[in-house]
């Protein structure tokens, strides 16, 4: 019978160390896009989208191993390439981007694979303000679907 009872045990402290990984790795996991954001280096930039790609397929990692939507805006000074969010997610909330649209964007300037790149956690169009990170750079779809 002791040799039971210390099986049962076994069992529920393997359940429990099961249970305990799987929320660190989802957690993990939901913050992963804000590794990069860095407050230090938040900026705003205004200008015109020059192009507008989603990346998708089989894992959506696209340049910068990043995949989702992505734009080029044109400042009066540069070309700046924005990582904005995933597509899926955009399109839930209505966000629609569109080569030649005037945009006020706040975000994190960080370097990815060499490039200099803008992580977006606010976008201005027109009358529309759209928030896709919290002030610490956080998602605003991580965590979804828990």
Do not use: C, F
């Amino acid at each position: 019978m002791a040799s039971l009872e210390r099986l049962s045990i076994l069992g529920a402290a393997t359940v429990l160390t099961v249970a305990a990984v799987s929320v660190v790795m989802a957690q993990t996991a939901a913050g992963a896009g804000s590794a990069m954001y860095d407050v230090k280096t938040e900026t705003t930039i205004t200008g015109t989208v020059e192009s507008v790609e989603n990346i998708t397929g089989a894992g959506g990692r696209g340049r910068h191993g990043m995949g989702g939507t992505h734009i080029v805006v044109k400042t009066e000074k540069e070309s700046v390439a924005v990582h904005v969010g995933p597509t899926a997610y955009l399109a839930e909330k209505g966000i629609t981007l569109a080569k030649g649209d005037s945009l006020e964007i706040l975000g994190s300037r960080v370097t990815v694979d060499k490039d200099a790149v803008l992580i977006a956690r606010q976008i201005k169009k027109g009358d529309e303000t759209w928030t896709l990170r919290d002030a610490s750079g956080r998602p605003a779809w991580s965590g979804r679907g828990r």
